[in-house]
């Protein structure tokens, strides 16, 4: 079912008519609303949901069309009961008598509509504003729709919105950028990126129409929403599919109510690239005047009031009335304003209409002088005039050079040719250089999934040294998509002599351009930009060789490779793109490889540095971050960078990376606990990838966590088994084997970790601090299931001086608090204090540095918003201080171990506290802040504040002010007072 009148947005409108609705109904008082916009923009709908709202309200309707202006008191009559209608009198005063009286004996709520105000006759319009200003003590609610219009009967219902205290005017406008954004959010549950909002803005005009038709195609029945749909949707617009149509008919409906010299003016404005000042239209045109009065009043065109000049309000008008323009018309007035403008703007005019009409003009001269503005807006960055330049010299003339051009451009600008039939025509002509032809073939097959297709056609290459470099990087960016597909990674020795042989030719190239070769110079870029897109390409086909040996690379080994990479695209200006690639994954392998901080600095520069560069080097950038901080345990910069990352799926044409990106945005909320609310709705789209392995993966993790928090041990074990035997992010991390290992013994599987041990042990390419840390924590639990809690003890001690020397991500940090492992460091805590729990008789004299442990694990998983890690440290620190048979009163803290000068009723009340919530009580009583504690103690400033807390609500006290006052208050010596 179509949702093409879908009510979407309007939110605060919909309330105002409601709420108007509601005054009515409780007062009996008529209310007065005119609905205004331009055509297309929902007033109906609007006017339609609020009716939807108003249950138990009688409705009266007038709907008017262009005709009815000519029926004098047509519109006013129809407000009366179908018996008077039919004998209404058509002169002003006692029509508007008759409406009043028909008015005034309204005893029920009635919705009074009028549709389409513009188009009622001069008599109804003032019987009808005779009749909103006369309505007393009746409960009619007027709801009027229309577009603006400079017809002064019409203005007086304007001007009485803005007098009377009855009425109100809404203003409908096409949504802004930052509301289609919205919008989307709201009705796809993804956050989207502002690139994504602009593209849907840009081919929607921002239309509700048009973007509720974007909403539908995105949002299908148990499909995921991807790139490729939104794509799809984008395209059926820009062939005038969906509610194209009937918004054609919309404005053409409004073009022909106007005169034969408007309708020329309008069909001027929908051509110009720019606004047109009056003289320039008279000019344009032949015309002795313009209509300026009737212009405005065709609700089409907007005037600037400093210059004015003229232009059509909205985009989406300019197509609609072009694609209705006869073919003939649309020629001459191109050639006219080609006559008008200069530069590029004249050449596209004329290539526009040597498009229409094959018989106009120099066609060889127009592709000269496209090309000639595209060499330009490319040698000056401007890539993006330089694709829409080319492309119209391709359509213009279709050819092998022009062919060569338009592909080298839209690899430069990092897009695909999005001409339909230019894979056809590459195809069936011969003058189509044969390295380009295989590379253009190869990418469709690669676009279409076509593995075997692709690789059918970049075999072979011995033709690659003769290549002209344009068609030489367009094959060569065609091998590099290819090897970026995972489905090609993983029979990469098909491709592997591809890419091996185009490295050679691309360096071959190099050496060319650095000797200023006169015979690969090309005009459409410099020989700086052709040398970057060269080095860029050739580095980048380096990196993925160097990826498909990753599994048994070292990671310093890679790291130096990559840096050797890193060094010579530097050298090179333009760059960037390839740098921020080559950053993004040393990075991720660093980060699985346990190097956080090296990882994290490669990551971040490439985000902060490059972000606009390659959305999709930046989407892997940003999901690896977000396992970063998360371990890190700041788990709210996590979740940032997460929805940053899903927000560029959109934008990415290359599946894989959404699964990631979904599920990377699912880790944080489902960590914190089940009742934790998402800003986004994701669940579906992480339950619809869990179909292909990298979703499996993904979501074996994000299941790991969710189930460590409501300690699911079970489900931990079978989520994180599944997640290690699955192509994903996480294959080479070892921190996931922490997990299973705490929930084989929390599950009474400990005989299962030795194996896991071993395991541990065998891996050559952790780095060595986090294996160590990894190793003597399983060896802890290890020894916990055997029931040697002394052993376990020591390991899992050993355990916390290996994690706490972890440094942060970040400076500065708090030395000591596990830095970038703090999350597993908070695990760790929990452990010993178990083991303190369960070893008591043995471990009597660990139980106040097990509290600590705990307590600091507490404040780190209370700061994490980690409700349910904080239940369970809460949980075991209670059970740490609870009195067992072995406690006695000894154990109770002496008031002689107190400082001397405190009051009886402060060294009483201290007892009762902690030592270390004791000792920082006392040093707050001193004056000093969290952050001075925090440095004293060498804690972090967070465990401070728990500390605090925690004594002020044992001391039954309200601030900090309070302690220093009990702290400070004289010796009375008289316990009873305590």
């Known amino acids: 079912m179509s949702r093409s009148n879908a009510f979407l947005g309007r939110e605060s409108q919909l309330e105002t008519i409601v709420a108007t609705a509601e005054t009515v109904h409780t007062s009996s008082e008529p209310r007065f609303i005119l609905i205004e916009g331009p055509p297309g923009v929902g007033k109906t709908t609007l006017l339609n949901e609020a009716m939807s709202r108003l249950a138990g309200w009688s409705r009266a309707n007038v709907y008017l069309d ?6 004098p008191g047509y519109a006013a009559a129809h407000l009366l009961r179908k018996p008077l209608r039919y004998r209404a009198p058509t002169e002003a005063r006692e029509l508007a008598a008759l409406v009043q009286e028909q008015a005034d004996r309204i005893r029920e709520p009635v919705v009074l509509v009028i549709e389409d105000l513009q188009w009622t006759d001069p008599v109804s319009a003032a019987v009808i504003y005779q009749t909103i200003r006369e309505l007393e003590d009746v409960p009619v609610l007027c709801l009027v729709t229309g577009r603006p219009t400079t017809r002064p009967e019409l203005q007086r219902l304007t001007r009485y919105t803005a007098t009377a205290g009855e009425a109100l005017r809404i203003v409908l406008e096409p949504f802004t950028q930052t509301e289609v954004r919205e919008l989307i959010q709201q009705e796809t549950g993804l956050p989207i990126s502002s690139n994504v909002a602009a593209r849907i803005h840009d081919a929607t005009g921002g239309f509700p129409a048009f973007l509720d038709y974007v909403i539908e195609k995105l949002t299908v029945p148990d499909e995921v929403i991807s790139a490729a749909a939104l794509d799809s949707a984008l395209q059926d617009l820009d062939r005038g599919e969906g509610p194209a149509e009937t918004q054609r008919l919309l404005i053409r409906q409004i073009f022909e109510e106007t005169s034969a010299d408007v309708q020329e003016v309008l069909a001027l404005l929908a051509l110009a690239r720019y606004p047109l000042a009056v003289h320039e239209i008279r000019d344009l045109l032949g015309v002795e005047s313009v209509d300026v ?15 004015g000049r003229f232009w059509l309000q909205h985009r989406m008008f300019q197509r609609c009335l072009i694609a209705d323009l006869p073919r003939e018309q649309r020629v001459d007035l191109h050639m006219r304003l080609a006559r008008l403008e200069g530069g590029p703007g004249a050449v596209r005019h004329r290539a526009q209409a040597a498009l229409l009409d094959p018989s106009v003009g120099d066609r060889t001269g127009i592709v000269e002088a496209l090309t000639d503005a595209a060499r330009t807006a490319s040698r000056t960055g401007d890539t993006g005039e330089s694709l829409e330049l080319s492309r119209l010299a391709f359509e213009v003339e279709r050819s092998g050079a022009t062919l060569e051009t338009l592909s080298f451009v839209a690899m430069r600008a990092g897009t695909r040719i999005d001409i339909e039939s230019t894979i056809s025509w590459a195809h069936r002509h011969d003058d189509v250089p044969e390295v380009l032809r295989r590379g253009i073939l190869a990418r469709d097959r690669l676009d279409c999934g076509d593995l075997e297709g692709t690789l059918r056609f970049l075999a072979g290459g011995e033709d690659l040294a003769d290549a002209s470099p344009k068609s030489l990087l367009c094959y060569a960016d065609t091998v590099l998509q290819a090897s970026r597909t995972t489905g090609l990674r993983g029979s990469y020795w098909h491709l592997f002599k591809i890419a091996e042989r185009t490295v050679e030719v691309l360096r071959h190239l190099e050496s060319k351009l650095e000797a200023d070769d006169p015979s690969v110079r090309t005009r459409i870029a410099t020989p700086e930009q052709l040398l970057a897109e060269t080095r860029g390409l050739r580095v980048s086909l380096q990196l993925w060789r160097l990826l498909e040996g990753m599994v048994d690379a070292e990671p310093s080994s890679f790291s130096a490779e990559v840096q050797k990479l890193l060094d010579e695209v530097r050298s090179v200006p333009g760059t960037e793109s390839a740098q921020m690639v080559l950053l993004v994954a040393r990075g991720a392998l660093l980060r699985t490889a346990g190097h956080l901080t090296d ?18 080097a930046l989407a892997h950038a940003e ?10 345990g700041l788990w709210s910069e996590a979740q940032a960078f997460a929805e940053s990352a899903a927000a560029e799926v959109l934008d990415i044409r290359e599946d894989n990376v959404a699964p990631v990106a979904f599920n990377a945005a699912h880790l944080v909320p489902t960590a914190r606990g089940p009742v934790q609310a998402m800003a986004f709705d994701l669940r579906a789209q992480t339950r619809r990838m869990t179909g292909t392995s990298l979703g499996r993966a993904g979501r074996g993790f994000v299941e790991a966590w969710g189930a460590t928090s409501v300690q699911d041990h079970e489900r931990v074990v079978s989520s994180v088994l599944g997640l290690q035997v699955e192509l994903n992010i996480w294959s080479r991390a070892i921190t996931p084997v922490v997990l299973l290992g705490r929930s084989l013994f929390h599950s009474g599987k400990a005989q299962a970790l030795p194996a896991l041990i071993n395991k541990v042990r065998a891996d050559e390419h952790s780095a060595p601090p986090q294996r160590e840390y990894v190793l003597r924590h399983l060896r802890g639990l290890a020894s916990m299931g055997t029931g040697k809690h002394v052993a376990a003890h020591e390991h899992l001690s050993a355990a916390m001086a290996t994690i706490s020397a972890t440094p942060s991500l970040k400076s500065p940090h708090v030395p000591g ?7 597993y460091r908070g695990l760790l805590a929990l452990d010993l204090g178990h083991c303190v729990v369960e070893g008591r008789d043995a471990l009597q004299d660990k139980v106040e540095q097990a509290s600590e442990w705990v307590l600091w694990a507490a404040s780190m998983f209370q700061g994490c918003g980690a409700e349910g890690l904080f239940h369970q440290a809460d949980e075991i620190f209670r059970t740490l ?4 048979p072995a406690a006695d009163s000894s154990e109770r803290i002496r008031m002689i171990d107190l400082p001397e000068g405190l009051s009886s009723k402060a060294r009483f009340a201290l007892t009762g506290l902690t030592s270390r919530e004791r000792e920082i009580a006392l040093m707050v009583g001193q004056g000093l802040s969290n952050k001075d504690v925090a440095e004293e103690l060498v804690l972090s400033v967070r465990t401070v504040e728990y500390h605090v807390a925690n004594a002020l609500g044992k001391l039954t006290l309200e601030s900090r002010h309070a302690l220093r006052r009990m702290l400070q208050d004289e010796d009375d010596g008289d316990l009873r007072s305590a």
Not at 66 to 71: G, I, L
Not at 881 to 884: E, M, Q, S
């Open 66 to 71: 262009a005709a009815d202006q000519e029926t």
């Open 599 to 616: 990882a994290y600095a490669d990551l971040i520069t490439a985000i902060e540095n490059w972000p606009g560069r390659n959305r999709r």
């Open 881 to 884: 201080h609870r009195p067992g």
């Open 817 to 823: 608090d596990g830095g970038a492992l703090s999350i």
């Open 293 to 307: 009065e009737a212009l405005r009043n065709s609700s089409l065109v907007q005037e600037s009031m400093r210059s």
């Open 623 to 632: 999901i690896h971050v977000t396992y970063l901080l998360f371990e890190a």
